[in-house]
């Protein structure tokens, strides 16, 4: 399936913001909200952005009426996403491929949204992993990296920074390759599923936050046992954090992962800062070919026309 970009953000664009996981806090929205104004864009809210049910935000047809009301209407440029937690899986089922690629438009999101972003791939379309509204943007520059967000959302040529440093180097190499992934713990829930994309040729990035080193050696092992890493030719590993084992223990995340990629022979590299993180997240388009070498990743081409 040919690859379909989104139309890039321009100054004044409206900004959908939706709500497919688990229930926002209506003064983190508001935070994240008036940072979308000051990135120049104008904010609309999903008409149930504030609903509960359980632990997600609203019932599966409330959320999907929201999102398909954003992505269909001709006026609205992108679909920022509120926050994680769980309950995107649950959308996947109602998320036609066709009617995704008849109106391609920015899509950001990260954690549970990883499941949205697979499908995407999937479906031959660009969507972008980075902050969310009422998480790390209504904490502002502190906790998300804004220069990255609007420079791979509004500028159809490749970013000019290279990877930032430093990035740990668990295997050496260079590999070219399409960039995709998300959280882990979501890519290897998908695993037997028909939304899980194929990693033939791609540089993998992986990232997730409180998962304990063997739990980490369990999700990577479903992914290894299910055959989705053959044709990998690169990963890498997002900060992890708080996925360090009780102090004591001799050895760390970074140990466990070594191993696990070891006989891969592809590239690996640990510490990007996406996603969750403990440093500004920065925003990484999937579907773009992208290079690791030597620790960086760089992006080999714009992600929006």
Do not use: N
């Not at 890039?8 to 229930?23: C, H, N």
């Amino acid at each position: 399936m040919s690859l379909l970009k989104p139309p890039r953000l321009a100054p004044g664009a409206i900004v959908g913001v939706a709500a497919l996981a688990s229930p926002v806090q209506e003064e983190f929205l508001a935070a994240g909200v008036a940072e979308i104004e000051r990135l120049g864009f104008e904010p609309r809210l999903a008409a149930s952005v504030y609903a509960r049910s359980r632990y997600t935000a609203g019932d599966r047809s409330a959320r999907l009426r929201d999102f398909w009301a954003l992505w269909e209407d001709p006026k609205v440029a992108a679909v920022f996403c509120a926050r994680g937690g769980y309950g995107t899986p649950q959308l996947l089922s109602g998320l036609d491929s066709e009617r995704l690629r008849s109106r391609p438009k920015i899509l950001l999101g990260s954690s549970d949204v990883t499941a949205l972003l697979l499908h995407f791939t999937r479906s031959g379309l660009v969507s972008f992993h980075g902050p969310m509204v009422a998480q790390q943007m209504a904490r502002g520059v502190s906790s998300y990296d804004r220069e990255s967000l609007v420079e791979t959302t509004t500028d159809p040529k490749p970013p000019e920074r290279p990877g930032r440093a430093p990035v740990q180097i668990l295997h050496p190499g260079a590999a070219e390759g399409t960039l995709v992934g998300g959280c882990l713990s979501l890519v290897a829930s998908l695993v037997g599923t028909p939304f899980l994309p194929s990693f033939e040729d791609t540089v993998l990035f992986l990232e997730d936050t409180g998962v304990k080193p063997y739990q980490i050696d369990r999700l990577l092992t479903q992914l290894r046992l299910s055959g989705a890493l053959a044709g990998v030719r690169g990963i890498v590993f997002g900060e992890m954090p708080g996925c360090e084992q009780a102090p004591g223990q001799g050895y760390g995340v970074t140990d466990v992962l070594t191993d696990l990629t070891a006989d891969l022979g592809v590239p690996v590299a640990f510490g990007f800062p996406s996603g969750h993180t403990t440093s500004p997240a920065m925003t990484l388009p999937f579907g773009v070919l992208a290079r690791l070498s030597e620790g960086r990743l760089t992006l080999l081409e714009g992600a929006v026309t």
